[in-house]
């Protein structure tokens, strides 16, 4: 019994043509979207840790925490987690041509420093009744928020070239 040949495989690339490399403005965005994504787990450990270590402060009477506080904490917790999750697919997808995780970056990055500024402006206060000193705190909590909107404002802008758009749509 005879089989058909197979058929020949497809035409490849034209010898001497290499295939397109990322351009540097998508190669930037991905690269600062893995960064966020190691934020985002020490955020989240820090988080975890900083909602257990208040939840025992409370307890011993050394914090006054208001009651929308607590909530807060765990909803911030979670979009940490979610983002972190998102940004490391984003990455993935980008670095794969994917049009769609190039649109889902942007929006996600919007979204966050959205999130950001209101969380500033609703987040409340925590009453510190004991020798501990959360100036210092407060104060590297808004540093790590100023960068992190800083680099979410980098990638949308590098996503957002005509360079990484037809990149990422081919």
Same mark, same amino acid.
């Given at each position: 019994? &005879?089989?058909?040949?197979?058929?020949?495989?497809?035409?490849?690339?034209?010898?001497? !043509? +290499?295939?397109? +490399?990322?351009?540097? &403005?998508?190669? %930037?965005? =991905?690269?600062? @979207?893995?960064?966020?994504?190691?934020?985002?787990?020490?955020?989240? $450990?820090?988080?975890?840790?900083?909602?257990? $270590?208040?939840?025992?402060?409370?307890?011993?009477?050394?914090? &006054?925490?208001?009651?929308?506080?607590?909530?807060?904490?765990?909803?911030?917790?979670?979009?940490? /987690?979610?983002?972190?999750?998102?940004?490391?697919?984003?990455?993935?997808?980008?670095?794969?041509?994917?049009?769609?995780?190039?649109? %889902?970056?942007?929006? @996600?990055?919007?979204?966050? =420093?959205?999130? !950001?500024?209101? !969380?500033?402006? /609703?987040?409340?206060?925590?009453? =510190?009744?004991?020798?501990?000193?959360?100036?210092? &705190?407060?104060?590297?909590?808004?540093?790590?928020?100023?960068?992190?909107?800083?680099?979410?404002?980098?990638?949308?802008?590098?996503?957002? +070239?005509?360079? !990484?758009?037809?990149?990422?749509?081919?």
């Amino acid at each position: 019994m &005879s089989y058909p040949p197979a058929p020949p495989p497809p035409p490849g690339p034209p010898l001497g !043509s +290499t295939p397109e +490399t990322m351009p540097g &403005s998508t190669k %930037g965005a =991905v690269v600062l @979207l893995w960064i966020l994504f190691g934020f985002g787990i020490c955020g989240g $450990a820090l988080s975890v840790f900083g909602y257990a $270590a208040l939840a025992a402060l409370e307890d011993t009477g050394d914090v &006054s925490i208001p009651s929308a506080f607590m909530p807060f904490l765990v909803a911030s917790i979670i979009q940490i /987690l979610v983002w972190t999750v998102l940004r490391a697919v984003f990455a993935v997808r980008i670095a794969k041509r994917n049009a769609g995780a190039r649109k %889902g970056a942007i929006i @996600l990055e919007a979204v966050g =420093v959205g999130l !950001s500024l209101l !969380s500033w402006i /609703l987040t409340p206060e925590v009453e =510190v009744t004991g020798a501990a000193d959360a100036g210092g &705190s407060a104060a590297s909590g808004a540093i790590g928020a100023v960068i992190g909107i800083a680099l979410a404002a980098i990638i949308i802008g590098l996503l957002s +070239t005509a360079d !990484s758009k037809r990149w990422c749509n081919e």
